[in-house]
Nanobody
Framework: QEQLEESGGGLVQVGGSLRLSCKVS????????MGWYRQVPGKERELVAT????????VYADYAKGRFRISRDISANTVSLQMNSLKPEDTAVYFC???????????????WGQGTQVTVST
């Protein structure tokens, strides 16, 4: 059983839109933030956007501002990423991420989805 279930990836033309969704298992408790990262071959995984579960405060990568919007549905335990005006450079594997609240100096506990491919064609 997947702890983070991703959906919504696929192929879209330049300028198009896509919405990614991630359903988080209710077995995961004490969540601080929920969001999305992306990665292309040969590059490090990078932030797309995250949202604080408690109050909805978002954090966006610069390239995502104005084009992408992150949201969470607390009752459904999901986090979604609406992506508009997509560009070829948005092509990547997108990973859902959950970060738990930290109460000590121990390494943070985080969860990752398996990744969903987003391809923006010219």
């Amino acid at each position: 059983q997947e702890q983070l279930e991703e959906s919504g990836g696929g192929l879209v033309q330049v300028g198009g839109s896509l919405r990614l969704s991630c359903k988080v298992s209710r077995d995961i408790v004490s969540i601080d933030t929920m969001g999305w990262y992306r990665q292309v071959p040969g590059k490090e995984r990078e932030l797309v956007a995250t949202v604080r579960k408690r109050d909805g405060t978002p954090v966006y990568a610069d390239y995502a501002k104005g084009r992408f919007r992150i949201s969470r549905d607390i009752s459904a335990n999901t986090v979604s990423l609406q992506m508009n005006s997509l560009k070829p450079e948005d092509t990547a594997v997108y990973f859902c991420n959950v970060l738990l609240r930290q109460t000590s100096s121990a390494p943070p506990t985080t969860y990752w989805g398996q990744g969903t491919q987003v391809t923006v064609s010219t």
